[in-house]
């Protein structure tokens, strides 16, 4: 069973760019789908970005050509950069993962971190 923590959020302002990993102990195991997710105040959590079959990547409409998944398996990290943020990307984010892709789609995978919170002021 994988443990997952991640780490990288802080607090910055529009336009600026964050970089949060996600530390995958005790490895990256490729059989598992690796995402992130993220919760807004108020909002209900939405997907963000993930790996699906193949290493295909998907993201969501919002963050499309701003935010870029990628992991690093000798690291065993999962990253997110965050380019371009915007008042509307604050959030808790967190990393997931599940070997089922259809429960990383659906929002339900097993395996979650702690979280780490992202603050975008204007």
């Known amino acids: 069973q994988p443990q997952l923590m991640e780490s990288g959020g802080g607090s910055v302002q529009t336009g600026g760019s964050l970089r949060l990993s996600c530390t995958v102990s005790?490895?990256?195991?490729?059989?598992?789908?690796m995402a992130w997710f993220r919760q807004a105040p108020g909002k209900e959590r939405e997907a963000v970005a993930a790996?699906?079959?193949?290493?295909?990547?998907s993201y969501a409409d919002s963050v499309k050509g701003r935010f870029t998944i990628s992991k690093d398996n000798t690291k065993n990290t999962v990253y997110l950069q965050m380019n371009d943020l915007k008042p509307e990307d604050t959030a808790v984010y967190y990393c997931?993962?599940?070997?089922?892709?259809?429960?990383?789609?659906?929002?339900?995978?097993?395996?979650w971190g702690q979280g780490t919170k992202v603050t975008v002021s204007s």
């Open positions: 997931a993962a599940d070997r089922e892709v259809w429960k990383v789609v659906q929002g339900i995978p097993d395996y």
């Open positions: 005790p490895y990256i195991d490729d059989n598992y789908f």
């Open positions: 790996f699906e079959r193949g290493g295909s990547t």
